[in-house]
């Protein structure tokens, strides 16, 4: 039933980094459910890194898309509605804070890097969410990535934390906007995981080892735990889920 659980949708992924990251794992476990996939790439630099996993998915679609550079998320949506004519969902997989930023206290945030990352891991839903209403003709189903971070203070994931809450809200609000065109929007809060996003934070390994003691299934989740979650919410077996926030984490957000 897995295999064409997706079978005759379409679905947008942007945020692939490699093979082990989180938008990949989601990728393969959406293909494998049968679901045709159009992929993103951010630059020529990151492209290497994207293009085997494009092959392995049978990408039709492998597009440029760095939504810091005006024009590229239209012209994304625009081939899509070129070849395809219609989408029936879309992964937002994508946060970024400068270095300095994202290492420092909140209080210390700088207005422009603050700026950037709410732009890049926020604002970007919004406006792919806008192009992608469009395509969505019969309905369609809309994901991003959070982390418990966005509910509660996390040691060292510092601005990160008020950003991904923005992106928690903003999920809400979207669903409730789209729920009459039958657009599910949903969050997916996976627990830490070894990617290169993931390492980026400070004390990374402190953070790793902390989910592991403190879930109650007292292991860390893998890229394709997070695809299974990915594949069933795009799935009509999620028909009446939106504005949700899906903890792939082992159960660690239930500790106090």
């Known amino acids: 039933m897995l295999e064409t659980l997706l079978s005759g949708k379409r679905g947008l992924i942007v945020g692939i980094a490699n093979e082990h990251s989180i938008a990949a794992g989601c990728a393969m476990a959406l293909r494998a459910a049968g679901a045709e996939l159009a992929v993103t790439y951010a630059n020529e630099k990151s492209k290497p890194y994207i293009s085997p996993v494009v092959a392995k998915l049978e990408a039709p679609l492998f597009l440029p898309l760095d939504v810091e550079v005006d024009g590229q998320m239209e012209a994304v949506f625009d081939a899509i509605r070129s070849q395809w004519g219609q989408l029936d969902f879309v992964?937002?997989?994508?946060?970024?804070?400068?270095?300095d930023d994202l290492h420092g206290p909140v209080s210390a945030c700088s207005k422009e890097g603050f700026a950037q990352a709410m732009d890049i891991s926020?604002?970007?839903?919004?406006?792919?969410?806008?192009?992608?209403?469009?395509?969505?003709?019969?309905?369609?189903?809309?994901?991003?990535m959070s982390y418990y971070g966005a509910e509660k203070v996390v040691d060292h994931y510092n601005i990160m934390?008020?950003?991904?809450?923005?992106?928690?809200?903003?999920?809400?609000?979207?669903?409730?906007e789209l729920g009459p065109r039958q657009i599910r929007v949903n969050a997916i809060s996976p627990g830490p995981l070894q990617t290169r996003a993931g390492s980026g934070i400070d004390h990374f390994d402190e953070l790793i080892d902390a989910a592991q003691k403190r879930a109650p299934e007292q292991s860390l989740v893998s890229i394709e735990d997070v695809g299974h979650m990915a594949v069933g919410l795009v799935s009509n077996l999620s028909c009446k889920v939106t504005g949700n926030i899906a903890y792939v984490d082992g159960g660690y957000h239930v500790r106090a």
Not at 133 to 142: D, Q, T
């Open 122 to 144: 926020v604002h970007s839903l919004i406006r792919m969410t806008r192009l992608a209403v469009p395509l969505m003709k019969n309905g369609g189903s809309i994901l991003t």
């Open 91 to 99: 992964l937002h997989s994508i946060a970024y804070c400068p270095k």
């Open 161 to 176: 934390g008020p950003v991904k809450s923005a992106l928690e809200g903003t999920v809400r609000y979207l669903a409730a």
